[in-house]
């Protein structure tokens, strides 16, 4: 049997009354429902131009969803099954997907099968059912000669879509997904021929998607040997006491592993470090950004306004809004002009921002932050007090006839930035565009300088 749209067919009432359920403490199931009724009740999604609210379940891919899910339909069937006269043999779930073992012939299943769909109002099941062979998840379960027999079972739509071997991976993830699929295969085919000739449709798979041929014979074998009924047992997680080491991959870091194997005996002799770091540190890569990272980004735009520009917060102690510069058009030393295009305030962070001198048109210092603005300005503001002549905006303010009260501030982009050099890169081409080194404050390229002949 499978649930149909189980997590958006959740009610919220019915969900968190599950949780205090399972949890006997009191105290702690009320504060845990509380908790996810706010992460059921703030869900925001966008389509188009326009924000939604997500009034009913739970959304697909949140990390809640699937222990919400699993309560949830444990608390249903334990209520179910407990009131039934007549129960499946075995029962098996996996969130929202069952499978059981009828003994009470045709008819009594289709009753039990009525009977649960009626159960929950938001709840129904499809229903499979023979009494030769059904698919459940990946495996298809057959009745043979008296026995239970199980082999794989693939949906016509699969393509055997794993990662290419051209793919910007370290090796080793490579090598593991053709060991892990080949296991897979070994634990779940009961016959061992059947299972070899999975294995070698498999194995052509993977040579279509450029992986060595060789490797991948290799990792096929490796996996064969492991015997079955090691694999079908339940096996407790090894502990692990080495501290990981996280960097983001690049083939240049290979020998990072060697420089950490090289650090072993140093790590061990010494008291201090090998208490902290206990055993040799595991070498563990997060992945970079791809394609779908750098060209999309799910961050929701607050910028479409019909009044863009930088605007005072308002706030009793904010410093910074009588410096504000709230026009959305910012003319640049070059006479060039520069079209801001989101709505902003003092308190915006991740921000590339402008700073201008109310006597001086061509006094222009183009800065970025990821901090919030006023905070920025504040270590302006701060140089210009202390005379610190060594800083651009120090310096010109600090000039015969100006001050502080000449100084105003207008952020010119805010993007979904990923890191300060993303900000730096921005930063830059904004200079360049409105030329701040040539004719205004900037002094220099920033980090583009140390490239620069």
Excluded at 32 to 49: I, M, P, S
Excluded at 105 to 116: C, I, M, N, S, V
Excluded at 151 to 163: A, G, H, V
Aim: hydrophobic share 30%.
């Amino acid at each position: 049997m499978d649930v149909e749209a189980l997590y958006t067919n959740i009610p919220h009432k019915d969900g968190l009354q599950a949780i205090r359920n399972s949890i006997p403490d009191n105290v702690t199931a009320n504060l845990v429902a509380e908790l996810c009724d706010f992460v059921l009740t703030h869900n925001y999604f966008t389509f188009g131009d326009n924000i939604y609210l997500q009034v009913s379940g739970t959304a697909m891919g949140t990390r809640m969803a699937p222990q919400y899910a699993n309560i949830f339909m444990a608390d249903l069937e334990q209520r179910f099954l407990s009131s039934r006269p007549l129960t499946p043999l075995l029962y098996l779930r996996y969130i929202d997907d069952i499978f059981i073992i009828w003994t009470h012939g045709k008819e009594a299943l289709e009753e039990f099968h009525h009977d649960f769909n009626n159960f929950h109002p938001t709840i129904n099941l499809s229903l499979d059912q023979s009494t030769r062979a059904v698919h459940f998840l990946d495996t298809t379960v057959l009745i043979s000669d008296g026995h239970i027999n199980t082999t794989l079972y693939r949906k016509p739509t699969d393509r055997y879509t794993y990662l290419h071997a051209s793919s910007f991976h370290p090796g080793h993830t490579t090598r593991s997904i053709v060991y892990s699929q080949a296991l897979r295969y070994n634990r779940i085919c009961s016959n061992p021929s059947d299972r070899d000739k999975h294995l070698q449709d498999l194995y052509q798979a993977f040579l279509k998607l450029q992986y060595p041929p060789a490797e991948v014979k290799k990792q096929i074998d490796r996996a064969r040997r492991v015997p079955r009924s090691h694999l079908l047992q339940d096996r407790p997680n090894k502990e692990n006491n080495r501290t990981p080491l996280a960097v983001t991959f690049s083939p240049q870091l290979k020998p990072l592993q060697r420089i950490i194997r090289d650090l072993q005996p140093i790590l061990k002799d010494d008291p201090l470090l090998s208490q902290i770091l206990g055993d040799r540190p595991v070498l563990a890569y997060r992945q970079p950004p791809n394609l779908k990272q750098i060209l999309t980004s799910n961050h929701t735009s607050l910028n479409k306004t019909t009044n863009p520009g930088t605007y005072p917060c308002n706030k009793p102690r904010c410093q910074l809004c009588p410096h504000i510069y709230s026009s959305d058009i910012i003319i640049g030393p070059n006479h060039i002009s520069h079209t801001i295009r989101g709505s902003f305030t003092c308190t915006s962070t991740n921000v590339i921002y402008a700073i201008m001198c109310q006597q001086c048109p061509s006094a222009m210092y183009i800065g970025q932050t990821g901090q919030s603005l006023c905070k920025r300005i504040n270590g302006h503001k701060s140089d210009i007090r202390n005379q610190n002549t060594q800083k651009p905006v120090g310096e010109h303010f600090n000039l015969s006839g100006h001050s502080v009260t000449d100084l105003r501030v207008a952020i010119l982009q805010q993007k979904n930035f990923k890191n300060r050099l993303q900000r730096e890169t921005a930063g830059l081409e904004l200079i360049c565009k409105l030329d701040t080194i040539n004719s205004g404050l900037n002094k220099d390229w920033e980090w583009l300088s140390h490239y620069k002949h």
